[in-house]
Structures are given as C-alpha cells and as structure tokens.
C-alpha cells in the first residue's frame, strides 16, 4: 500500500516560517511529480507548488518569491519551505503525488491526510 505522509505543520505569526515534509512509502516504482495542495473550508482546492521528476517546478503566484519546493523524488522525499508566512496562508496542506507502482505500469495518483498551518497573531 502505498502512503503520503506529511509533517512539519504547525501554528506561527505571521513573517515566520514553517518547513513541510512529504515522505512517500510502499511499492513505488517511480514517482513523476510531487504536489503540494492546499485547500481552506468552503474554499477551492488551490495549487501551491509542485515539482517533477525532472525538477521542474510551479508554484501559485500568492507564494512565488516566498515558499520553495526542493527534495529528491528518486529517494520519495519532497519537501516545501515556506516563509514570511501570512494569515492567508492558513489551512491545511496535502500532498499528492503521480506515480507507477510497477515498471510498465500506469501512472496512479495517491493523496496524503494532510497537515496543519496556522498562521495567526
């Protein structure tokens, strides 16, 4: 069974920084590309950056400048700093993750529970 894990969460001021982990476990093959998702209640789930196996990289424009995704797919690690925190930034973020289980196999996509920012005065 293959898992997303992440950690790293945690409650801030705003300006100070948080750094997120998403560790991947099971029977992988291979991992495609990472992304980290965030999605605040009654909101839509947004894109806050990714990065390929390939390391290429997106990221939303309310974070360019401010967080950075970095890690080594090939080792199932990924993880996302994110500084100068603002109050928006406040929610939960999940992992996700594009990958093959088996060498000839397609490619399937697996979610993690997610983990807890707060960023509040």
């Known amino acids: 069974q293959v898992q997303l894990v992440e950690s790293g969460g945690g409650l801030v001021q705003p300006g100070e920084s948080l750094r997120l982990s998403c560790a991947a476990s099971?029977?992988?093959?291979?991992?495609?590309?990472i992304t980290w998702y965030r999605q605040a209640p009654g909101k839509q789930r947004e894109l806050v950056a990714s990065?390929?196996?390939?390391?290429?990289?997106t990221y939303a424009d309310s974070v360019k400048g401010r967080f950075h995704i970095s890690g080594d797919i090939t080792k199932h690690t990924v993880w996302l700093q994110m500084n100068n925190l603002h109050s928006e930034d406040t929610t939960v973020y999940y992992c996700?993750?594009?990958?093959?289980?088996?060498?000839?196999?397609?490619?399937?996509?697996?979610w993690g529970r997610g983990t807890q920012v707060t960023v509040s005065s």
């Open positions: 990065i390929t196996n390939r390391d290429a990289t």
């Open positions: 996700n993750g594009d990958l093959r289980v088996q060498e000839m196999g397609s490619i399937e996509n697996y």
């Open positions: 099971g029977s992988i093959f291979v991992i495609s590309r």
